[in-house]
């Protein structure tokens, strides 16, 4: 299994927190990336990282933010968050440079907000 | 922008009985990755199997394989010879060929398998 942890894995949190998510990865895979998981929407992606310090959106990025200052570690930041932020979050990784590379998944983080 | 759609919510099978599983996506690339990834009820995203676009051959995977129908933008997964560790959600997802390797997903499909 791909070495790809996430912490915590359940929290429970007030409307208006700042909350933080941590994935740590032990593969020096190149590209990290943040979904959330809803029921009736699949994974849809929330931001992503292709090195130090270099991130990009994805499709919901709207209250998150993200910051990589080690390969190893992605950070998800709710600067305050929202009911409508409930929801199960997976870390995934990816290496470079291989054709055909497949994401390898973290366990998940279920975030209710309340 | 690329689309995947799964139009089953739910899907029921006998064990030892075959199911196949629809996805279907939108894209104008001509080069890009298909795949299936299952999710059990511990939540692990879990690759069931891969398909290259520029490849005609249909994957095949032991008791899983797809039927990839370029034209047609179609996807399905076949799973034989049920069992009840098949259970799960089955989710589709396309790839595109750049550097960053982002998923894009279906909504899902709840397999559930009957003994």
């Known amino acids: 299994d791909a070495g790809i942890t996430q912490s915590p894995r359940h929290k429970v949190t007030e409307t208006g927190t700042p909350v933080t998510l941590r994935c740590h990865q032990t593969e020096n895979h190149r590209y990290m990336y943040w979904y959330r998981q809803d029921p009736g929407h699949g994974l849809r992606l929330i931001h992503y990282s292709y090195g130090v310090k270099d991130t990009d959106k994805g499709e919901v990025s709207d209250g998150y933010s993200v910051s990589r200052s080690k390969t190893e570690d992605f950070l998800l930041t709710l600067e305050s968050a929202t009911s409508s932020q409930t929801s199960v979050y997976f870390c995934a990784i990816s290496d470079h440079g291989k054709v055909n590379t497949e994401a390898f998944f973290g366990q998940g983080t279920r975030l209710t907000v309340v | 922008a690329q689309t995947v759609t799964q139009s089953q919510p739910e899907m029921s099978v006998q064990e030892a009985e075959t199911v196949t599983l629809s996805c279907t996506y939108d894209?104008?690339?001509?080069?890009?990755?298909l795949f299936w990834y299952k999710q059990p009820p511990s939540r692990q995203m879990i690759l069931v199997i891969r398909q290259e676009a520029y490849k005609q051959q249909n994957a095949t995977e032991n008791r899983f394989s797809v039927n990839f129908q370029k034209a047609a933008k179609s996807f399905s997964l076949k799973i034989s010879d049920s069992q009840l560790g098949d259970a799960a959600m089955y989710f589709c997802a396309y790839r595109s060929p750049g550097a960053t390797n982002k998923l894009i997903f279906g909504t899902g499909t709840l397999l559930a398998v009957q003994p």
């Open positions: 894209t104008s690339e001509s080069d890009y990755y």
